[in-house]
């Protein structure tokens, strides 16, 4: 698995990239109530804002973490955005997306270097 | 800046696992380890634990011995009946600024021979010198820093407070008594800011810790903290201070006028007579410009504190905003209250919230989101 420093995780899978928040990231957030996703078959930039979450606290936004395309969202999550919190690292993914360079994830960090930027 | 303040109960908000945050000048719990949501659920479904001892307590005694004079007094400063008030009892005011805004929002309990206010931690200062500037020749003014302040709120609340202060369990909502108990002189009142019954309860400062320990041994008592103690008050209708009410909007815009008694009102026997009477007078018979209402979003998305409203989902002016808002976690559904135009107020109206550039509806809808459970 691969992190951001937006507390995105990022997992390789076949030819594309699963993409979801952190279980920090969650347990920071608070309660999570509601999510909006981006289109299926969206092209997106790295940095575009594509997600918006809203915790009990406040609204949030996720970015795309490199360039590609939206291939597949994550429905479960919209119909029931607890699920982030209980399952931030597993069930709870966001969206995949079709990147065109998969060596773009070799610059983000790996496990101990999410764990120390968390600190 | 100056250095935050603590209550008496900062190792154990610790202790127990609290995030601490700056409010008001304290550092204060927003949450514990379960969190906002299961901390609202919780005080619904049995009891919650509030430290509310960052509120001022204050005391005003007549110089000349007769409570009336103190409570004619404090009527020069709130549009609230106070002359009425029962010893025993305790009611609902605001101080008035003279164009008809509120200073702040405030209990005002009836002691036998002293009246007791409890105002916002945020305007505590403020209040006590305009009861000083304006109260002096008729009132001793004595702010309470003795006394630590908790709230105990929820269906399970009577039973929990009962084992330590029996009495309590024949209070009715607003009624206010003091109880000597192994934790000292309890001022205690069955009142609260969630919706749920439950007590408000003035201690000694040296016994907080005591008392918290105490009621919190009781398995139905959880801490609560901020976080949910603002979406209780969101669901329950209530205004926060700074928020919802401030020194723009009157009483009448407020939806508070209830809290207005027909002696205070035109034609009243004591009508007028406090600050800005003119103007909140002359809404209630020519009516407010605006009005708070309560707000449902129809989507999942909620509309925070800020968001425009608009009668029409391309409109050019905003008809209003939302004053507060979020997620009611008992309704299960994102939920605001806000000041649209009066003629736009009715329940039922949907009008639109702005948010992230979007117009998406919202339906006017009756205060409070969820009924109000007081042991009347």
Redesign the interface.
């Known amino acids: 698995m691969k992190y951001t420093e937006e507390h995105e995780w990022l997992l390789v899978d076949g030819d594309v990239v699963v993409v979801g928040i952190t279980a920090h990231a969650a347990e920071q957030l ?2 999570i ?2 999510i ?1 996703l981006p289109e299926e078959g969206a092209t997106v930039s790295k940095d575009d804002e594509i997600v ?1 979450i ?1 915790s ?4 949030s936004d996720i970015l795309a973490p490199l360039d590609g395309e939206i291939v597949e969202v994550n429905e479960a999550i919209v119909e029931n955005p ?1 699920m982030v919190n209980e399952d931030a690292e597993g069930e709870a993914w966001f969206f995949k997306m079709k990147v065109e360079d998969l060596s773009a994830l070799d610059e983000l960090m790996d496990e101990a270097e999410y764990k120390d930027f968390i600190g | 800046m100056t250095a935050l303040q603590r209550t008496g109960l900062f190792d154990l908000h610790v202790e127990l696992g609290a995030k601490m945050v700056p409010f008001a000048g304290y550092e204060m719990p927003v ?1 514990y380890k379960p ?4 901390e609202h659920l919780h005080t619904r479904a049995a009891a919650g634990l509030f430290d509310v001892s960052h509120m001022g307590q204050v005391i005003l005694r007549p110089r000349s011995g007769d409570l009336a004079d103190a409570a004619l007094a404090l009527e020069t400063l709130v549009p609230v009946d106070i002359l009425a008030l029962k010893e025993g009892r305790q009611r609902y005011a605001m101080f008035t600024n003279d164009a008809g805004g509120i200073l702040d929002d405030l209990m005002v309990a009836s002691r036998g021979d002293h009246l007791f206010l409890v105002v916002n931690a945020a305007c505590k200062a403020d209040d006590i010198a305009h009861l000083r500037a304006h109260l002096s020749d008729a009132c001793e003014i004595e702010e309470i820093s003795d006394r630590a302040l908790l709230a105990l709120q929820g269906p399970a609340a009577e039973t929990a407070l009962a084992a330590h202060v029996p009495g309590v369990a024949d209070m009715k909502f607003m009624d206010v008594r003091t109880f000597d108990t192994a934790f000292g002189a309890l001022w205690v009142s069955r009142s609260g800011y969630t919706g749920e019954d439950g007590f408000e309860i003035s201690v000694p400062a040296d016994q907080v810790v005591a008392l918290a320990r105490a009621l919190l041994a009781d398995e139905a008592v959880e801490p609560i903290g901020l ?1 949910a103690r603002d ?1 209780l008050r969101l669901e329950a209708g209530l205004c926060l201070y700074g928020h919802d009410i401030d020194t723009t909007t009157t009483p009448v815009e407020a939806a508070l006028t209830w809290a207005i008694q027909k002696s205070r009102r035109t034609g009243g026997a004591r009508a007028g007579g406090f600050p800005g009477a003119a103007q909140i007078l002359g809404q209630f018979d020519t009516g407010a410009p605006r009005t708070r209402v309560g707000l449902r979003p129809e989507g ?3 509309m ?1 504190e800020g968001t425009l409203l608009f009668d029409d989902a391309n409109a050019a002016d905003p008809i209003g905003a939302v004053t507060s808002g ?2 009611g ?1 008992s309704v299960e559904a ?1 939920i605001s209250m806000g000041y649209v135009a009066s003629g736009q107020a009715s329940d039922g109206t949907i009008i639109y919230g702005e948010v ?1 550039g979007k117009r998406l509806p919202a339906v006017i809808t009756a205060l409070p989101f969820r009924p109000a459970t007081y042991k009347r």
Do not use: N
């Open positions: 608070g309660d109530v509601f909006e918006v809203e009990v606290k406040a609204a607890a | 949450q969190g906002v949501m299961k976080g979406s999942r998305a909620p925070r979020g997620f976690p994102p992230r």
